[in-house]
């Protein structure tokens, strides 16, 4: 079974830091993209960041410069390390898989994980 | 990068057809055949419903279609089912990995 499992969520004061897994299970981890997508409680999905099989990121303009993200191809993990955190990063956080059909690899993004939930508050 | 616009909400009866539309610009849905369509029921992660603009991954009924002209992309839900009520999200790729996200329209069968 495709499987992305998050972790790594909590509560921290404005100013701090986290760092979200991903675990993933049941595919070739190595062989797709990856993405972060959050979601503010009640609200829609916002892109977060994004990294390409060989360890290229990509970022949002809310979060470049103070997110980053990595891959550990040997272990099937996705990292997020978030710092100078906001109230605004407030979110529940999602892993998700790159899209890839018949070989070919498509800019969406497919599995979802359940989420972890971000809270960023004094 | 902004988000795309949906409508907030639709709704239409069981077996009716509803269309939800998704604009964006010439830089995103105007730029590339890379327009998805996301389900979400409530305390539920999304599931992907149309990739490419039209095309379903396996799994997801052919009541559901996607199709796009210019800088709008509409989602098309035929012969409504109750199980088809829930959120709908539109997405785009926008260039260098960025994916680009409506706000949500919020599918009511009456």
């Known amino acids: 079974e495709v499987q992305l499992v998050e972790s790594g969520g909590g509560l921290v004061q404005p100013g701090g830091s986290l760092r979200l897994s991903c675990a993933a299970s049941?595919?070739?981890?190595?062989?797709?993209?990856m993405h972060w997508v959050r979601q503010v409680k009640g609200k829609g999905l916002e892109w977060v960041s994004a990294?390409?099989?060989?360890?290229?990121?990509y970022y949002s303009v809310s979060v470049k410069g103070r997110f980053t993200l990595s891959r550990e191809n040997a272990r099937n993990s996705l990292y997020l390390q978030m710092d100078n955190l906001r109230a605004g990063d407030t979110a529940v956080y999602y892993c998700?898989?790159?899209?890839?059909?018949?070989?070919?690899?498509?800019?969406?993004?497919?599995?979802w994980g359940q989420g972890t939930t971000v809270t960023v508050s004094s | 990068q902004s988000a795309l616009t949906q409508p907030p909400s639709a709704s239409g009866s069981p077996g009716q057809s509803v269309t939800i539309s998704c604009t964006g610009t010439?830089?995103?849905?105007?730029?590339?055949?890379?327009v998805s369509w996301y389900q979400q029921h409530p305390g539920k992660a999304p599931k992907l419903m149309i990739s490419?603009?039209?095309k379903r991954p396996s799994g997801v009924p052919d009541r559901f279609s996607g199709s796009k002209s210019g800088n709008t992309a509409s989602l098309t839900v035929s012969g409504l089912q109750g199980e088809d009520e829930a959120e709908y999200y539109c997405?785009?790729?926008?260039?260098?990995?960025?994916?680009?996200f409506g706000g949500g329209t919020k599918l009511t069968v009456l």
């Open positions: 998700a898989r790159g899209y890839c059909s018949g070989g070919t690899c498509h800019p969406h993004v497919d599995v």
């Open positions: 049941g595919f070739a981890f190595s062989t797709h993209d």
């Open positions: 990294i390409g099989k060989a360890g290229d990121a």
């Open positions: 010439s830089s995103d849905i105007g730029a590339y055949n890379y």
């Open positions: 490419d603009v039209n």
């Open positions: 997405a785009s790729y926008a260039g260098s990995f960025t994916l680009v």
